[in-house]
């Protein structure tokens, strides 16, 4: 069983940066992929990022591309949401979840961190 305890978040303006970290409780976290989904009001949860366990694999949504970069310290236990240049559209809660599968399912999530940009 993975835990995973998002934080980072908070109330930003556009063009502004934050960055998310996620910790994990599992001391195998290096075993796992991860992945950063968001979900805003009214709207389905999308995908925003995914590291492979290496980090030799890297994958973007096209809304985030250039503007985010996903990292991982699995010493720490930690995967990273660098965002930049960020938009009003980028406010959502944001959700790191860890998979056994590159390109499957999510097996793991945490609770999730509000991300606010005001115009």
């Known amino acids: 069983q993975v835990q995973l305890v998002e934080s980072g978040g908070g109330l930003v303006q556009a063009g502004d940066s934050l960055r998310l970290s996620c910790a994990a409780s599992?001391?195998?976290?290096?075993?796992?992929?991860m992945g950063w989904f968001r979900q805003a009001p009214g709207k389905e949860r999308e995908f925003v990022s995914a590291i492979s366990w290496s980090g030799s694999r890297l994958n973007y949504a096209d809304s985030v591309k250039g503007r985010f970069t996903i990292s991982r310290d699995n010493a720490k236990k930690t995967v990273y949401l660098q965002m930049n240049s960020l938009k009003p559209e980028d406010t959502a809660v944001y959700y790191c979840?860890?998979?056994?599968?590159?390109?499957?399912?999510?097996?793991?999530w945490g609770q999730g961190t509000q991300v606010t940009v005001s115009s």
């Open positions: 599992e001391r195998t976290f290096g075993n796992y992929h």
């Open positions: 979840a860890a998979s056994t599968t590159w390109g499957g399912t999510y097996d793991y």
